[in-house]
């Protein structure tokens, strides 16, 4: 069975930076793109990020363009999302998706995933 666990969200300051990481097991992590996304308190999931299987190809919503970035080490079997210069508004629940192949999409939100691991920036 797909196993995913995140874990690195924290309560920071805006400004501030964090590292998120997704713990893979259950599939060859290897052979899958993966993405990030996030809920907000009473709204909907939002696609953060993708990668895909060897993080040459990444793409990044506008709202954190510059300031995500998605990267993996596939020895670990582990995604991460880099977080800078928080904000406000970033301030969710975020979640790492396994893709179904290993080309990386925009705009995923569906799919196999973890509990998530909350950030919050105030």
């Given amino acids: 069975d797909v196993q995913l ?3 690195g969200g ?3 300051q805006p400004g501030g930076s964090l590292r998120l990481s997704c713990a893979a097991s259950g599939f060859v992590f290897r052979y899958y793109a993966m993405y990030w996304v996030r809920q907000a308190p009473g709204k909907e999931v939002e696609w953060v990020s993708s990668s895909d299987d060897t993080s040459t190809r990444t793409y990044y919503a506008d ?5 995500f970035t998605i990267s993996r080490d596939n020895a670990k079997n582990t ?3 880099e977080l800078n210069d928080l904000k406000i508004e970033d301030t969710a629940m975020y979640y790492c998706i396994k893709a ?3 080309i990386a999409n925009m705009y995923i939100v ?10 919050t920036v105030s």
């Fill in 110 to 119: 569906t799919g196999d995933r973890g509990q998530g691991t909350q950030v």
């Fill in 100 to 102: 179904a192949t290993s």
């Fill in 63 to 67: 709202s954190v363009k510059v300031r």
């Fill in 10 to 12: 924290c309560s920071v």
């Fill in 5 to 7: 666990v995140e874990s």
């Fill in 79 to 81: 995604l991460y999302l």
